[in-house]
């Protein structure tokens, strides 16, 4: 007799051909468990070929999602159900599967063929490597077909709807309501009626079929999770940076220009932001990725808020015109979605190694501010937090995010924004109030050493800028050696000045003990949970997390100073960490991992484990 | 686009403060001068003009006018110009560049600013010389030229500027030299009343690096025997003493002496709208021998990027009406936790 668990948290992993229709699949699970009141955090992890041939390796599209009880801050290191729609599936996620783990598994797929295609040499089913797991063998192509007999449609139509079938099995076993999904299945076919009636009884059919595995399956409950009161969404780290744009240029009440070339993982920025017309967005998808940048700094002179947007190779190709914006002094925000690098390296996998790219990727002694987000829903306050910096600074500023941040999925509480995003006050000047005799282009204010910004329409403040030195006073070409020096000075003074518009760095966990972790970016998820399970267990761990990069806050050195040790985990071959000693000299240790994956808890707390045991032990 | 009355405009009032450093000799001051005089009959105010340069001699050009100016990055001031028409259609945005800056380092925002047919002019200055990194041979040089990186003669075939915006659907090319100051301005008031991006060449010369590379047909004692100025309507002849004429034979056009065999009715009548037409123009400079045309080659209207920007906002605001950001935050589904 199969039983009823309650359980604190899962980890489902769909997966299949990159055409199975797994991310909406999975997008589907997740969306029911956010309204059934779970909280949930998602990783979608696709090929980066569209249609790789079918049934390899290569072509293996999936997406993971954890849902629980308690707060749930990244993916999910293993999953405890892997749903595996062919061999090629199995294969490549079998190594992320739970000792023990249940595998769902479509038997029609599992041909000599198809085994063949996956790369094993033998029948993963028989040769016994799959002993330990519990294995749910469901022939769910031709079941598709018979639940699907009566209904008026092609064959191939038919066959697509096998994901509604497995999708419905799941949902038994996780005693999942069916009601969103069959709504969204209403909606999005409304004028199919064929393929609606199709997906929704494929759907169906497969919570009955798995109701009659029951007295061999167990099936598990996940009750809803203590969450602060409010009202939720879910977004995706993408989505959530292009709305944060579009509310920042209400709040400084400017129009937004997006110049942009699609690359991955950023052009879902482009997509979103040229849907809002309605909000003044122009989005102007340019010829390469200097043009993208070229355009932005055009409309960035002019008057908007400009932002672009890109991926590391990209950013490589933006370089000098970023150099130009710092020498402008004109207000930018440069958005870059990190990838597995170098050159093309991987497009969809996450990585954070941009980060010295990003602080000294130009020629010259070209300081710019550098923010990072944390997770999903921060890109919305760090989008917003760049433009007013951009703003309010007058400076290219540069947010980081990652493929794993710009892909999640997770809930947000939707913010007041009429309290907490109303306004950023920029430097536009109203040339009415204006001496215009001895006002020159590059007037700064004495205390930021913020410039005025002018622009094109104003009468009577025409000016003439351009990439070459500019003297000090008024604004024309200058190659006075000591002029030089003022203005780098000036310019790096400048930037150093926007730590006094920042929040303090908080602190997670007692301000002084054994091991203090720093990270940035994109991993916040899986260090607060290594370190917060570290903290439960007695351990004096405490971890900051940056997401002002640079300037950095001004307590940080203060932070550090009381702790005995300080490690960095990052994405990279270990970049902040090397920042970090420069600047307060700490003797932070690192901890990298260049997988293209993000963190696993389990690994981030084996390693602060060990650190904690040499802090405590020096 | 917002026409002014501004008469009280002289040439004066669009010279900068700024001191101009181009070579003494060098065609860029005629074209300055043409150019300042040209802004002051523009019809707009003077706040409203956006000059943008990228990288090179002729690129220094915002300087000197007294607008707003950007002098930006090698190659990428049609990129950034058309950022700031995009963003402010009102404006009237002129590129200065010239054949190293818009024919190879920024060869890609040129055909692509021609291609969305940006409502903004830009003026190549064509010396066929990189001027400013001291005498290598550019985009535009004839192939054999003897320049600091090519001792023995350079290899490459020349761009014709004209044929390849051209190529690239552009919807106004004219072409002028620094010889001739009141065509320049004719040409850029043109310019200005075309719809689109409006692309003119000017020939112009290098005294240092490539001293007298136009002189034929721009040099006032050679240039009627060797070009023919185009005006609407009328028939494509040209010559000093000897009156010559451009027909068409088969699909090849030819010059012939006019005279017993041929008279005026035979040439050739321009009509810069005619798309055949110019596309045979302006393979013309593919061969040495033909004259080199001046004026106006083609001009006609088509659908213009920023017009469509602005409309389309338009067009979806009257659907959806203003953008409500509350109203998107809780756009789908969402769901309410209680306390």
């Not at chain 1, 997390?545 to 071959?573: A, C, Q, S, T, W």
């Not at chain 2, 010059?255 to 045979?280: P, R, W």
Request: net charge negative; aromatic share 8%.
């Amino acid at each position: 007799m199969a039983t009823l668990t309650e359980v604190e948290s899962v980890v489902i992993r769909f997966s299949g051909d990159s055409g199975d229709g797994m991310q909406l699949t999975g997008t589907q699970f997740s969306n029911t468990s956010a309204i059934m009141g779970n909280d949930i955090a998602t990783f979608p992890d696709y090929p980066a070929e569209i249609r790789a041939p079918q049934g390899t390796v290569a072509g293996v599209s999936g997406f993971q999602l954890h849902f629980g009880s308690r707060e749930i801050f990244t993916p999910g290191d293993e999953a405890d159900m892997l749903v595996a729609f062919n061999p090629a599936a199995l294969k490549v996620n079998l190594k992320d599967l739970k000792k023990g783990g249940t595998i769902l598994l479509n038997l029609d797929a599992f041909t000599d063929k198809k085994i063949e295609k996956a790369g094993y040499e033998s029948n993963p089913l028989e040769d016994g490597q799959l002993d330990g797991y519990q294995l749910i063998e469901v022939p769910v192509d031709s079941q598709t077909a018979e639940a699907l007999k009566d209904i008026d449609l092609d064959t191939k139509s038919k066959k697509r709807c096998k994901n509604f079938y497995a999708l419905g099995m799941t949902y038994f076993f996780y005693h999942r309501e069916m009601e969103t999904t069959l709504d969204w299945i209403e909606k999005k076919f409304s004028d199919k009626p064929e393929l609606l009636k199709a997906n929704q009884t494929a759907m169906k059919a497969g919570a009955n079929f798995a109701e009659t595995l029951e007295t061999i399956v167990s099936t598990y409950k996940v009750s809803k999770a203590k969450i602060e009161p409010g009202v939720y969404r879910q977004i995706n780290g993408n989505t959530s940076t292009a709305w944060g744009f579009i509310r920042a240029a209400q709040a400084a009440n400017l129009p937004l220009f997006l110049g942009s070339y699609p690359i991955t993982p950023a052009s879902d920025i482009l997509h979103e932001l040229s849907k809002y017309k309605e909000f003044d967005v122009k989005t102007f998808q340019a010829e390469d990725e200097i043009a993208g940048i070229c355009t932005a700094i055009g409309a960035g002179l002019t008057g908007s808020l400009a932002i672009t947007t890109t991926s590391g190779p990209g950013m490589a190709l933006k370089g000098e015109a970023i150099g130009l914006a710092i020498s402008y002094e004109t207000p930018l925000v440069i958005v870059n979605v990190q990838r597995g690098g170098p050159s093309t390296g991987l497009p969809t996998k996450t990585e954070q190694s941009d980060l010295y790219q990003a602080l000294y990727g130009r020629n010259g002694d070209s300081p710019l501010i550098i923010v990072a987000a944390s997770r999903p829903n921060d890109c919305f306050h760090m989008a917003y937090e760049a433009s007013r910096l951009a703003l309010e600074h007058m400076t290219p500023v540069i947010l980081l995010s990652d493929g794993y941040v710009a892909n999640g999925t997770e809930p947000w509480k939707i913010p007041d924004v009429d309290t907490l995003y109303a306004s950023i006050k920029h430097k536009m000047l109203d040339p009415e109030t204006v001496d215009k005799e001895n006002w020159s282009w590059i007037t700064r204010d004495p205390k930021t050493l913020v410039r005025d910004w002018a622009i094109p329409g104003m009468e009577g403040l025409e000016h003439r800028i351009g990439g070459l030195e500019k003297d000090f006073d008024t604004g024309n070409i200058s190659y006075d050696p000591a002029n030089h020096q003022k203005m780098c000075e000036t310019r790096q003074k400048k930037v150093e000045n926007a730590a006094n518009n920042i929040p303090l760095q908080e602190i997670e966990g007692d301000e002084s003990g054994d091991l203090l972790v720093i990270s940035w970016g994109g991993t916040y998820g899986s260090v607060e949970m290594a370190v917060r399970a570290l903290q439960k267990e007695g351990q004096k761990i405490s971890l900051i997390h940056l997401r002002y990069i640079h300037p950095m806050p001004k307590n940080v050195g203060d932070l550090i100073k009381n702790f005995k040790k300080v490690i960095v985990p990052e994405l990279n071959m270990g970049q902040m960490v090397h920042v970090i000693n420069a600047k307060f000299a700490c003797n932070a240790t690192a901890y990298n991992k260049v997988e293209g994956l993000p963190f696993k808890i389990s690994e981030l707390k084996e390693a602060f484990s060990n650190a904690l045991k040499e802090a405590q032990n020096d | 686009m917002t026409k002014e009355n501004n008469s009280h405009y002289t040439k004066k009032d669009f010279v900068s403060d700024q001191e101009v450093k181009w070579c003494p000799g060098c065609g860029d001051y005629a074209i300055l001068s043409a150019i300042q005089s040209a802004m002051a009959q523009l019809g707009r105010k003077r706040e409203d003009v956006v000059c943008v340069s990228g990288i090179g001699c002729s690129s220094r050009f915002p300087y000197y006018l007294n607008t707003y100016g950007y002098h930006t990055i090698h190659g990428r001031a049609a990129a950034i110009a058309s950022g700031v028409k995009t963003a402010n259609p009102d404006l009237s945005v002129w590129v200065m560049t010239g054949d190293g800056d818009s024919l190879s380092i920024g060869g890609n925002h040129f055909i692509h600013v021609l291609r969305r047919n940006m409502d903004m002019n830009i003026v190549l200055f064509n010396n066929q010389v990189y001027g400013l990194t001291k005498g290598q041979y550019s985009p535009t040089s004839v192939r054999g030229q003897v320049t600091k990186s090519t001792p023995y003669g350079s290899l490459d075939r020349p761009f014709s500027p004209a044929k390849l915006a051209f190529g690239a659907s552009a919807t106004f090319i004219a072409r002028t030299t620094d010889t001739n100051a009141k065509q320049i301005e004719a040409i850029m008031l043109e310019a200005e009343e075309h719809r689109g991006t409006s692309f003119i060449e000017v020939y112009q010369n290098c005294v240092i690096f490539n001293d007298g590379c136009h002189s034929d047909y721009a040099e006032k004692k050679s240039r009627d025997d060797h070009s023919i100025i185009l005006e609407q309507g009328k028939p494509m002849i040209f010559g000093g003493e000897v009156k010559k004429g451009l027909i068409l034979d088969k699909l090849t056009l030819k010059v012939v002496e006019l005279g017993d065999a041929y008279s005026e009715a035979d040439c050739l009548i321009h009509d810069k709208t005619n798309e055949m037409l110019a596309s045979l123009l302006v393979a013309m400079d593919a061969n040495a021998s033909m004259p080199k045309l001046y004026g106006v080659i083609f001009a006609v209207d088509d659908v213009i990027y920023n017009d469509q920007v602005t409309a389309q906002i338009a067009e979806v605001k009257a659907k959806k009406g203003d953008g409500d950001f509350n109203k998107l935050l809780h756009s789908g589904d969402t769901w309410e936790i209680k306390a």
